[in-house]
């Protein structure tokens, strides 16, 4: 995600899109070490992508002459991760099926 596209983006999607790499993050860290993570490159983009929608909050706020984390705070509630998911790129559905592949595994389908 390029910063150009962030600083587009209004407080609760920015916040919104922080939140759903926080979730994505965790899934390719699991899928990392159960072997299912084809391309390890993907967890060093979304922390610099985290790392960007983080620093945009932090302008926004003391642009505003907010506290730190005070836009978190209050998009944080709104946040729905079922449709996070549904909304998410193709790219981010493609480790939906992670988990197939540890059942199919313990099955003995694979």
Excluded: N, W
């Amino acid at each position: 995600m390029k910063i150009a596209d962030i600083r587009k983006l209004e407080d609760r999607q920015l916040v919104h899109e922080e939140l759903r790499l926080d979730r994505e993050i965790i899934h390719a860290r699991f899928a990392l070490k159960t072997g299912q993570l084809e391309d390890t490159s993907t967890l060093g983009k979304m922390r610099r992508d985290i790392a960007r929608l983080r620093t945009v909050q932090r302008e926004r706020e003391r642009t505003a002459g907010l506290a730190t984390d005070t836009l978190r705070e209050r998009h944080r509630a709104s946040y729905d991760p079922k449709a996070a998911a549904a909304a998410a790129p193709a790219e981010a559905q493609s480790a939906k099926g992670f988990l197939k592949g540890i059942v199919d595994k313990v099955k003995g389908k694979e």
